[in-house]
């Protein structure tokens, strides 16, 4: 197996554990860092089906566009969802920084609420479905 079907497979276990992780962070209501972490999965995620279709992956944290431009590379489940796709990258890479570091008239722990966490939450979940069915169907094609 080459090395980057191997990174590949590695940013999907990754992510897979990272969801366990954010179950934990809802657990224990710490709902910032379940907002910051949900887009690192995402991003991890996006970046993995983006080398699984053998283009170069952008140093950039919203992959919204790129997505767009490179549409017709991707599978079917992808092309069908990318507009959630997109709209749950951007959404996501908006709260990035904001969730983690704050600023001084906005401290995370009391801006975020359960409602958003769940809402972060439910996004990784179905953008793994979506980009681990995807690379699966690549790498085995």
């Known amino acids: 197996m080459n090395s980057k079907v191997l990174l590949i497979q590695d940013y999907l276990k990754r992510a897979q554990k990272r969801l366990l992780m954010l179950q934990y962070l809802m657990e224990l209501e710490d709902y910032p ?11 991890l995620l996006l970046k993995a089906l ?4 053998g283009l170069e992956v952008p140093k950039v944290h919203d992959l919204s566009k790129f997505l767009e ?3 017709s590379f991707f599978p079917k489940v992808i092309r069908e969802n990318l507009e959630t ?3 749950i990258s951007r959404n996501l890479r908006k709260e990035r920084e904001l969730s983690f570091y704050g600023a001084l008239d906005w401290i995370p722990s009391e801006e ?3 409602n958003e966490a769940e809402q972060a939450l439910e996004w990784a979940k179905i953008v793994y ?5 995807a690379c ?3 790498l085995n094609s």
Do not use: F, G
């Not at 907002?35 to 690192?40: M, S, T």
């Not at 983006?50 to 279709?53: D, G, N």
């Not at 479905?129 to 069915?133: D, I, K, L, R, Y």
């Open 33 to 43: 860092d379940v907002v910051r972490e949900a887009q690192e999965v995402v991003e």
């Open 50 to 53: 983006i080398m699984s279709v």
């Open 69 to 71: 431009k490179h549409e």
């Open 85 to 87: 796709i997109k709209k």
């Open 112 to 114: 975020y609420t359960l």
């Open 129 to 133: 479905q979506w980009v681990s069915s």
């Open 136 to 138: 699966e169907e690549l």
